[in-house]
């Protein structure tokens, strides 16, 4: 198809002249057809190649891509008081916090009909905790489980596992963890290899029948306590580098302080104002100090993830990693300085299959490096949002915690599995707190929505499957450090076992993702099984992404969380 020009023939100059009505001696005449550009496609061409393009990889995502079965864990239909699925802010017993029936299946309706105006429904019929707007927290989001994409495979083709059923020793084992990390919130990450209340952790979730964080030589230590199996994060400081070290945005500083929340305050510990938050009532903010500091306990890192920006840790990173000059994977078909553009020369030692002539910018550069590592942040929230809404329905940590309390006031009985009370934990939170409820972090406990997976941890996932996959992550770490014990307000420089670029960003993974384990609103399945969906999503972008690219471009390799190698 011809473009505007090549149908009239008329130049802009002539046509000017023409319409002021000046007469031309002599006018030079312009081609009657000529190209908008000088690339070697335009027009219809061009549309055309983009077209096949976007077909081949919708045909790839779609066709190729089997559609896997969603099972669930079971419970759901396994007990018909639904005491072990999620019903947070809907009406619940006074008695024993079970979820009224009715609300229930109205929630079940209005995930099977996916209609906006069946959610809507929930409050407008009476099935939320409350009749009264000013008071009753809503739901997050379930309507985006049903949303699509046009980057990536479609959210319904990703799966994760069945969770641990609630009657589990799995379960039990992941519950056990939780209250003792409510109990060590506030012991400063650099006391653990002395504080008593480790040591009693460690010992007792070392005797757990099924406890599946890391362990050395089969026991849980006070190194491995709340900590991931992936490479590198159980190497140095609890804290990854990338949430440690500042950096620079531009001309702007980039201070890596946090804001800190009251030592010893937390909540949802009696019944009365359990049941509250279980019912959606709104409550008071989480009171802050005004202070801030770098990261020294785990109280402090539950705070930064409750009010971060879900993408917010990884971009950060990507600035540290860009100002610091850290070498992109040897992939990368500019060669290996990630350079954001400055055209610096290349480096011959170490830049010798890069180009001679470019550098990158709108690809493989900077600008490209900053958009992919935020970019998989929504996609990744679609896709756990379909798990948690549409497939798994997870009770919530503190759901359970409910469940334990009711049990112990002889109200109701649940299928807890012994390992839960032979642990010590439980004695330990009813001498400190009176109940056996899990105290919370936040005032409001967790969001509203289901515990399976976590959208922090598949962001995560993702956001740093892209850094790995953009950055070189055999490289040492530079001037690595760790806070200053006394006060938290200095960093100062970290000697110990080398760290490097993969293993921080794998530990930036398991801090945000046990973060919020450690503040009690996720376990440690929806964690670990969501950092997985998390790179199975980047990884299902990022091959579209490669088929965009005019560069001579052989794929980037990268190690994945349980160590194996993938090229794209």
Known sequence: MKSKKQRTGVGRRAFLKASAGVVAVSIISEPSIYADDIGPQGGRARAESAEQLREHVAEADGDKVPIPNHPDNGDEARYSTKFASYSKCLKHDTTTGDVDP????ALIAAISSGRFSDFEALFTNGHLGSADPTVQRRLVNPISGYAFDMEGIDSHQLKLPPAPKFASAQEAGEAVELYWMALIRDVNFSDYS????????????????????????GAVTPRTLFRDNYPGTLDGPYISQFLLQPTTFGAMRVDTKIATVCPGV??????????????????LPTPTTGSARYCLTARDLTHYVNIDQLFEAYF?????????????????PYGRVLDGGAGRPRNLAIDAAGSLAQVGFGTFGGPACITLASEPATRALK????????VHRRLRPEE????????????????????????????????KYGSYLLPMAYAEGSPNHTSYGSGHATVAGAAVTMLKWLFDETQLIKNPVVPNPLDGQTLIPYTGTPLT???ELNKIVSNVSQGRNIAGVHWRTDAVESNRLGEDTAISILRDIRRTAAEPFEGSTFTKFDGTTVTI
């Open 501 to 503: 670029v993969g293993g």
């Open 102 to 105: 009715a609300a229930y299946a």
């Open 194 to 217: 002395t504080d008593p209340t480790v040591a009693a952790a460690a010992a007792d979730l070392s005797n757990l029948s099924d406890f599946r964080g890391p362990k050395v030589g």
């Open 383 to 390: 896709n756990v949002w379909y798990q948690k809404w549409l």
């Open 316 to 332: 950060v990173a990507c600035l540290n990693l860009l100002a610091n000059g850290y070498l992109a994977n040897p992939g990368n």
């Open 266 to 283: 937390d909540f949802m510990t009696d019944f009365a104002s359990w049941l509250d938050v279980q019912n959606g009532m709104n409550t």
């Open 400 to 431: 359970f915690g409910g469940r334990v309390e009711v049990q112990r006031m002889g109200r109701a009985s649940y299928p807890f599995h012994a390992d839960l009370g032979a642990s010590s934990v439980l004695a330990a939170v009813l001498g």
